[in-house]
C-alpha cells in the first residue's frame, strides 16, 4: 500500500485521539506542569499506525538533498516523497485570555517549518501540530486566535486544516499545514 498524505493525516489524527483520552497523565494545567516525551511518542503512534516500509523515522535531511545534519520527524519513501514534521503544545485558559484577540505560533513551530522548506521544491511538505487544552472554549478560541500568524509566517506551508481530536477526557485539535492540496476531511 501507498502512503499518501491522507493516510499520514489520518493516522496522525487517531493517534492525537488516542492522546487526548490519556492527556491528564502528560499536562498538570492547574500547576502550568507538562512532560517531555509526548512528541516523539504521537511520532512513533503515526508510525505504528501506518505500518509500513515506507515510512520512516527520524531520516536525516541529508539523505534526501538538504544541507542539513538534522532529522525530520517522518520521511515518506517515493513515489510520494513527504518530509513531515511533528510538534506538540499545550494552552491553558489563562494564555488564551491574555492573547488580546491574537496569538503566534511557539518559535518551535517556526523553526519546524522553516527546517521543512530546505527538503527542497519536488518534495511535499506537511507539519501536523498537536495542542493539548484545559477546556473546549480554549480549543474553540485558539483557531481564531492563530489565523493571522499561519496566514502570514507560514507562507510556503499554505494549505491548512484543522481536525478536532477531543475525547470526552481531554481536549486536542490537530493542525496540519502543508505545501500543497490534498489534505483530507475530518473523519467523522
Not at 541529508?62 to 503544545?89: C, L, Q, T
Not at 491553558?92 to 511557539?106: A, K, Q, T
Not at 487544552?133 to 480549543?139: C, G, I, M
Request: aromatic residues 10%.
Amino acid at each position: 500500500m501507498l502512503i499518501s498524505k491522507k493516510c499520514l493525516v489520518l493516522a496522525a489524527v487517531e493517534a492525537c485521539s488516542s492522546f487526548a483520552k490519556s492527556s491528564k497523565a502528560f499536562f498538570n494545567f492547574d500547576e502550568r506542569k507538562g512532560w517531555r516525551g509526548w512528541e516523539n511518542w504521537l511520532t512513533v503512534e503515526i508510525i505504528r499506525r501506518l505500518n509500513n516500509d515506507a515510512v520512516i523515522p527520524f531520516h536525516p535531511y541529508g539523505e534526501i538533498g538538504a544541507h542539513s545534519r538534522e532529522k525530520m520527524d517522518i520521511y515518506v519513501k517515493e513515489p510520494f516523497g513527504i518530509a513531515v514534521e511533528i510538534k506538540v503544545n499545550y494552552i491553558d485558559w489563562d494564555e488564551i485570555e491574555c492573547s488580546n484577540g491574537h496569538r503566534p505560533l511557539p518559535k518551535k513551530i517556526k523553526d519546524d517549518a522553516a527546517k521543512l522548506q530546505q527538503s527542497g521544491q519536488k518534495r511535499d511538505k506537511l507539519l501536523l501540530i498537536s495542542t493539548c487544552f484545559q477546556d473546549r472554549e480554549s480549543l474553540r478560541v485558539y483557531r481564531g486566535l492563530v489565523r493571522a500568524d499561519i496566514e502570514q509566517n507560514f507562507k510556503g506551508l499554505s494549505y491548512h486544516k484543522w481536525y478536532d481530536c477531543s475525547t470526552d477526557k481531554g481536549f486536542n485539535l490537530l493542525l496540519a499545514l502543508s505545501s500543497s492540496g490534498g489534505l483530507p476531511r475530518a473523519p467523522k
